[in-house]
């Protein structure tokens, strides 16, 4: 089995930073692919970033430019720096891990920008 912790959510006025991070324990690998997804009040879970074992990383369009995503192998941790946070940032984040075929998510990390 693996078990994904994520920690870092909070409360943040426009403009400001939060760093998650998402601890991964169990059966897993330093090639498995790693990623966050959001998920605000009333809508569907949506793409936020992810990140291969070699490094390479993707994002949303909505992302793009404020936040950043990287990975401690070492640490079989990934992390999401969210600079320029905007209100439409508020959601549920999650972390995902692909292992060997098969998806595992964390519990969710509350990240809330108002003023």
């Known amino acids: 089995q693996v078990q994904l912790v994520e920690s870092g959510g909070g409360s943040v006025q426009p403009g400001g930073s939060l760093r998650l991070s998402c601890a991964a324990s169990g059966i897993i690998f330093s090639s498995d692919p790693m990623g966050w997804h959001r998920q605000a009040p009333g809508k569907q879970r949506e793409f936020v970033a992810t990140?291969?074992?070699?490094?390479?990383?993707y994002y949303a369009d909505s992302v793009k430019g404020r936040f950043t995503i990287s990975r401690d192998n070492a640490k079989n941790t990934v992390y999401l720096q969210m600079n320029s946070l905007k209100p439409e940032d508020t959601a549920v984040y999650y972390c995902r891990r692909n292992v060997r075929g098969e998806v595992y998510w964390g519990q969710g990390t509350q990240v809330t920008v108002s003023s």
């Open positions: 990140i291969a074992s070699g490094g390479t990383t």
